[in-house]
């Protein structure tokens, strides 16, 4: 049986690829070699990397419901639509692969606050309500959706 130890793995330009702390912990400093990663990559099998796919919030926002709705930080979101009190269209940059997603929402600022899905779910949008318990819509400051489900 032979043993190797390393502590750093250069590339002939002496660049180092793979070093150790010391601790048995290894940090690879090898970027794709396209320097891209993507879904595509990630999922090309039926196996852990479907379950990577899977894993991975297809759209999210957090968004500002007060006036004209404005989105703070997001990911596949091109904008939100106002339809009213309590009534905010989440428009997707890209399509789900599907309707049959799972769809969270929360309200931040007043206590007693919901969110809420309203309508039919599309692979393009989702419309969402914010209101109170006792059902009166409301437009408030800190409202966040996050979708989990298919790439188109």
């Given amino acids: 049986m032979s043993i190797l130890k390393v502590n750093t793995i250069q590339d002939k330009g002496g660049n180092t690829i793979i070093s ?7 940090t690879s400093n090898v970027a794709p070699k396209d320097n891209t990663v ?3 990559k990630l999922s090309t099998s039926a196996t852990e ?7 991975v919030a297809k759209v999210w926002v957090k968004f500002d419901g007060t006036g004209t709705p404005s989105i703070d930080d997001d990911f596949n979101v091109s904008s939100i639509s106002d339809g009213g009190t309590g009534i905010f269209t989440v428009n997707f940059s890209s399509n789900l692969g599907n309707d049959n997603y ?11 606050r919901i969110m809420g899905q309203e309508g039919t779910y ?6 969402v309500r914010v209101n109170d318990f006792n059902g009166n819509l409301s437009d408030e400051g800190r409202n966040s959706v996050i979708i989990f489900g298919d790439s188109a």
């Fill in 20 to 26: 150790s702390d010391g601790s048995g912990a290894f």
């Fill in 38 to 40: 993507t879904m595509a």
């Fill in 49 to 55: 990397a479907d379950n990577v796919k899977q894993r």
């Fill in 102 to 112: 799972a769809l969270a929402g929360s309200v931040g600022g007043n206590s007693g």
């Fill in 122 to 127: 599309s692979t393009s949008a989702v419309t």
